[in-house]
């Protein structure tokens, strides 16, 4: 399974981007992909906010989002495995990652999405085995159906 189908999956949700040179109290009403001349450039996560927060005393006055954003978040393409990415988010303690193709960007998944994938590919191949077991030929019916040596 390749990132490219839990995009599929989730669809074309609208992407919300932000230049970093907004004021931080802006972004948090968007929770955005930071985006400069077309190029993603950083990430905004509840996680680095709730940082900036505790830096500044619990006010976000005027600070810009540049100032609080991940300016090299992990990212990935849509042909990148899941389990690559799964790894990847797991190993950064990454719990989004921005797909990008062609310095474009496709998407964002979430650890929850990837998780999702996965269990829905277990659950799926969970089934798929239980009926080709069910469907089982039984061996001693077999061995009445053969025809006798004679």
């Known amino acids: 399974m390749k990132v490219s ?23 948090v009403n968007t929770m955005a992909t930071m985006m400069e001349h077309g190029n993603l450039v950083g990430l905004l996560t509840f996680r680095e906010v709730i940082m900036a927060l505790h830096r500044h005393d619990g006010a976000l006055g005027d600070a810009k989002v540049r100032s609080a954003m991940d300016d090299h978040p992990l990212t990935c393409t849509p042909d990148h495995e899941i389990d690559q990415v799964r790894h990847m988010m797991v190993e950064s303690h990454s719990r989004y990652i921005p797909i990008v193709e062609n310095g474009k960007l496709k998407g964002v998944i979430s650890f929850y999405d990837v998780a999702k994938a996965v269990l829905d590919s277990h659950n799926f191949e969970n089934k798929m085995l239980k009926a080709y077991i069910r469907d089982w030929p039984n061996e001693e019916a077999g061995a009445q159906a053969q025809p006798a040596k004679g």
Request: no cysteine; net charge negative; charged share 25%.
């Open 5 to 27: 189908d839990i995009l599929r999956v989730k669809g074309d949700s609208p992407l919300f981007t932000i230049d970093p040179s907004e004021s931080l109290s802006h972004a």
